[in-house]
């Protein structure tokens, strides 16, 4: 037997448990289902198997008291009864596999492509401690993107972790998918929690396509699917990408979106009775956000790193809504996408002037931050003075910036939206020919 094999054999031996504990269903709800006889076995957190007339539905334990225990199921309520039987599996993990790369799966390590997945020979849990503070490496070299905004502007690097926040409907997931295929890394591991399943096969296919996808790990749960598989897909999604990185190898991480996360959680929080405070959400959201955003970023020394870009769905550009402020408070920069710049046709829609990359000015040299510079004034010169000059109110002459923003904008909002195949260098050259002489 190849040595991965048995290793994978081995792992499923060690995970069969010889007793289970079994409690009964003592009332249901429109949402959690009560327990007794689990009480004192189960702990927070913990999977049961509800055996219901139409057969096994899963669920997790959510709140304890001394006589009864509290599980939100995976799935719609409809058919359990009182006294349906209830086994207790405890805390399970994941086992991920590099042979998972070009493949889609489900928050619970299942496939969702109709093909056989190997398990890896280690159970790993769903959330484990960030890496130690002190003992992280710092950020590490820019990165080649393949887009030029984010190989000059706003740059990334190695360990970095981005947020990415915009409206539904603006080209997020585009951009996601072409850095997933462009941003130099080694794997990239992308979770799709609470999108619409038609848009699954969309992205593999259309976005993502055969080479991207042949470095990726998907990890989906559609909107349809319970808060509990919701929640768990980013999870799981984080746990296959330390997996990766301790593997030697560096990971791309994507999130789409930590908002439905969120929302997924405060479904959970509320069934539990955490009251609601922070404009709707529970104040457990902001620790279970930092905490995964912690998870993400550079690697111990002598391992590797994950580079992360979180989205957040802003409604109606809200960047002060409670997820978007959480997240932007803990992550090396921001990038902002424009419903009115995607309206007029130019994609990626960054909005430059909002966003920012906390990885300059290291991230680039002297002569690139100066470029830097001078092409956030002349965009900022020229959105200040937008109103005067579209009405003809502006007359040429007035002020030698705007003159040369109005020479300089429609080559540079042009270079926003502009592809960058060879390099940060090229891209930076671009760039300088079109500022011209300081």
Known sequence: MPPASLAQLTAEIAALRPAVSIGRVSAVGRGAVELTGLSSAAALGDQVWIATAKGRLRGE???LGPERAMVLPDGPPEGIRLDDQVTLQGQDGLSPDISWLGRIIDPYGNPLDGRPLP????LLPLRPAAPPATARRTLGERLATGTAVFDTLLPLVRGQRLGLFAGSGVGKSTLLGNLAKGLEADIAVI??????????????EEV????GMARSVIVA????????????CMWTAMTVAEHLRDAGNHVLFLADSVTRFAE???????????????????????HMIMSLAERAGPGLEGSNDITAI???????????????????GVLDGHVVLSREIAERGRFPAVDLLRSTSRSLPAAASDYENELISRARRRLGAYDRAELMIQSGLYTNGSDPEIDAA???YPALDAFLAEASPEGPPRAFRRLASLLGPA
């Open 221 to 232: 749960a559609t909107s349809d699917q319970s808060a509990i598989s919701r929640r768990r």
């Open 119 to 122: 398990k890896g020979g280690h």
């Open 191 to 204: 979770a799709l929690v609470g999108e619409r399943g038609r848009e699954l096969r969309h992205f593999v």
């Open 310 to 328: 979180f989205s957040v769905l802003v409604a109606g550009s809200d960047m002060d809504e409670p997820v978007a402020d959480i997240l932007r």
């Open 61 to 63: 334990v959510i709140d």
């Open 264 to 286: 997924a959680h405060r479904e959970i929080a509320l069934a539990a009775g955490e009251p609601a405070n922070l404009r709707g959400y529970p104040p457990s959201t902001a």
């Open 406 to 408: 109005i020479r300089a």
């Open 208 to 211: 993502l396509g055969a080479e």
